[in-house]
Antibody, heavy 115, light 107 residues
Framework: QLQLQESGPGLVKPSETLSLTCTVSGGSINNFFWTWIRQPPGKGLEWIGDIYYRGDTNYNPSLKSRVTLSVDTSRNQFSLKLTSVTAADTAVYYC?????????WGQGTLVTVSS | DIQMTQSPSSLSASIGDRVTITCRASQDIRNNLAWYQQKPGKVPNLLIYTASTLQSGVPSRFSGSGSGTDFTLTISGLQPEDVATYYCQKYNSVPPTFGPGTRLEIK
């Protein structure tokens, strides 16, 4: 069964870069879009962007200037980089498969932005 | 970008009640709408897609309707395990925006 697992630092300093990786197991990363979604504590879901296995990307206009998605098909992984983070970027970050609706999600990882 | 709104933002209902949550899109999205249930501390779970198709394994007390700009999620016979926040999401175009959520509690 397909599983997704987010990994990366749980604490990032303000103005630095948040980096997360999603590892896909139980299936191939090929032939699908892969998505990042985040949820600040106590708030709603925000779509960050998605990436096709070949590298084509779509980004949320509100985050586009700070976000970069990449994919490594040899490792069955895709990644998120968010630059110049502030406290407002504190959230649970989820990876998911597809462009919506999402039937496969990772468990989520909390990233806190704090000095 | 297409904006998604939901009403109410929160509601309290009794066990066995029929509960209706509304989602509205700022532009026509045809039937490209999904509903998710998120229980506290858990990952969102897809309930309904294409506005009215029940995802496999979801109890039949959940149903969805609507097209264009106005959509509803109905729970027919509220159960204690339905306490959660419910989100709609449009996915016909980028960005695939979520609604702000509706928090459902038991009275």
């Amino acid at each position: 069964q397909l599983q997704l697992q987010e990994s990366g630092p749980g604490l990032v300093k303000p103005s630095e870069t948040l980096s997360l990786t999603c590892t896909v197991s139980g299936g191939s990363i090929n032939n699908f879009f892969w998505t990042w979604i985040r949820q600040p504590p106590g708030k709603g879901l925000e779509w960050i962007g998605d990436i096709y296995y070949r590298g084509d990307t779509n980004y949320n206009p509100s985050l586009k200037s700070r976000v970069t998605l990449s994919v490594d098909t040899s490792r069955n992984q895709f990644s998120l980089k968010l630059t110049s983070v502030t406290a407002a970027d504190t959230a649970v970050y989820y990876c998911a498969r597809g462009t919506g609706p999402y039937t496969r999600w990772g468990q989520g990882t909390l990233v806190t932005v704090s000095s | 970008d297409i904006q998604m709104t939901q009403s109410p933002s929160s509601l309290s209902a009794s066990i066995g009640d029929r509960v209706t949550i509304t989602c509205r899109a700022s532009q026509d999205i045809r039937n490209n709408l999904a509903w998710y249930q998120q229980k506290p501390g858990k990952v969102p779970n897809l309930l309904i897609y294409t506005a009215s198709t029940l995802q496999s394994g979801v109890p039949s007390r959940f149903s969805g309707s609507g097209s264009g700009t106005d959509f509803t999620l109905t729970i027919s016979g509220l159960q204690p395990e339905d306490v959660a926040t419910y989100y709609c999401q449009k996915y016909n175009s980028v960005p695939p925006t979520f609604g702000p959520g509706t928090r459902l509690e038991i009275k």
